[in-house]
T-cell receptor
Framework: QKEVEQDPGPLSVPEGAIVSLNCTYSNSAFQYFMWYRQYSRKGPELLMYTYSSGNKEDGRFTAQVDKSSKYISLFIRDSQPSDSATYLCAMTPYNQGGKLIFGQGTELSVKP | KAGVTQTPRYLIKTRGQQVTLSCSPISGHRSVSWYQQTPGQGLQFLFEYFSETQRNKGNFPGRFSGRQFSNSRSEMNVSTLELGDSALYLC??????????FGPGTRLLVL
């Protein structure tokens, strides 16, 4: 079983919809949580970063962490066709800075 | 600030050869991490260098190695290439290992 589980999708939504992306993890040592966006044939781009349980908002993006349930989410409001990409969750174990463990990525398509 | 740069962007090699990939981090960043991305396995951590020392290592065979120079630039080397080494190789830099910024990657094809 993978340390980080993420539904690969694909997920297709109409423009303007609220998108919910989720990851679960098994290792209690994970303490930093990130979401990356990757366009085709590009490197991942950091979207959100958090280390505590709760919500963190940045524009149309909200990251949510529930350490007790080992569950993280990314919400995208008012989704746009330009949001079409693969979204990857990533986590860092305690005291192993520099080592990211990634989920498989969810492929998102936002239709005009 | 300039982003993370990787060279070359594309490589074609044959089985048994070796390859060296280069990564220049964001100015001021001291940590460089390397990842392999394949359709089947996703993004997997190879190793991380911090101030010229390997600080963390993933579960890859010894054919995969790396180093970091005093200016924080990093190289990774793969010896005795196998078909399964075909992948996108990504490097990421950060100040101390936490918030990582990725380069565009080097796409390696092994024939």
């Amino acid at each position: 079983q993978k340390e980080v589980e993420q539904d690969p999708g694909p997920l297709s939504v109409p423009e303007g919809a609220i998108v919910s992306l989720n990851c679960t993890y098994s290792n209690s040592a994970f303490q930093y949580f990130m979401w990356y966006r990757q366009y085709s044939r590009k490197g991942p781009e950091l979207l959100m970063y958090t280390y505590s349980s709760g919500n963190k908002e940045d524009g149309r993006f909200t990251a949510q962490v529930d350490k007790s349930s080992k569950y993280i989410s990314l919400f995208i409001r008012d989704s746009q066709p330009s949001d079409s990409a693969t979204y990857l969750c990533a986590m860092t174990p305690y005291n192993q800075g520099g080592k990211l463990i990634f989920g498989q990525g969810t492929e998102l398509s936002v239709k005009p | 600030k300039a982003g993370v740069t990787q060279t070359p962007r594309y490589l074609i090699k044959t089985r048994g050869q070796q390859v060296t990939l280069s990564c220049s981090p964001i100015s001021g960043h001291r940590s460089v991490s390397w990842y392999q991305q394949t359709p089947g396995q996703g993004l997997q951590f190879l190793f991380e260098y911090f101030s010229e020392t390997q600080r963390n290592k993933g579960n890859f065979p010894g054919r995969f190695s790396g180093r970091q120079f005093s200016n924080s630039r990093s190289e990774m080397n793969v010896s005795t290439l196998e078909l399964g080494d075909s992948a996108l190789y990504l490097c990421a830099s950060s100040w101390a290992g936490e918030t990582q910024y990725f380069g565009p990657g080097t796409r390696l094809l092994v024939l």
